[in-house]
């Protein structure tokens, strides 16, 4: 027990604090009240690795670390595919991907929401159309929602998420 508490105070604060973070203050709020008000209280996200380089989840991973607690504004990262409102997708499509992508996604009740993070999920990336690779995830799947960026930061995915929440056609977050 003496070990795990000398081994707290060694380690310290791991989770830094963004330089501004009152765009959060701001976000946060907002985004418990869409989900609300849309999901009664509970959005349940599937996450799917299409053929990342992993920089990618770090930031999605950022979501549910101390400082942004997405859980208590109602967003959920859920296991099973049959459990989700939307599909949060990384990566390139690898080919060896592109059936387990499209099996997750058939076995999601419908409606539910397709969302491209990552440049490499919205147009291919550094990778784009290969022999190894089926480029956007819109070549596999309909997009409702592309969030750019290498990787996008935890305050674009929340924006990302309000945006999807306020519209029905599919859009790109500028
Ligand atoms: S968008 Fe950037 S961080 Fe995300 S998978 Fe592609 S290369 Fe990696």
New binding site residues.
Partial sequence: MLGMFYKILKTGIVTEKPADDSEIGQLAPELKRMVDRQFRGSLAIRMVDA?????????IHALNNPYYGIEQYGVHFVASPRHADALLV???VSRHMESALIDTYQAMPKPSYVIA??????DG???GVSYASCGAIENVLPVDLKIP????SPAQLMRGLLLLMGQRNPTTLR
């Fill in positions: 053929g990342s380089c992993n920089g990618c989840e770090l930031e990384t990566g390139p993070s990552g440049d490499c999920a919205c990336g550094e990778f960026g290498c990787p996008p």
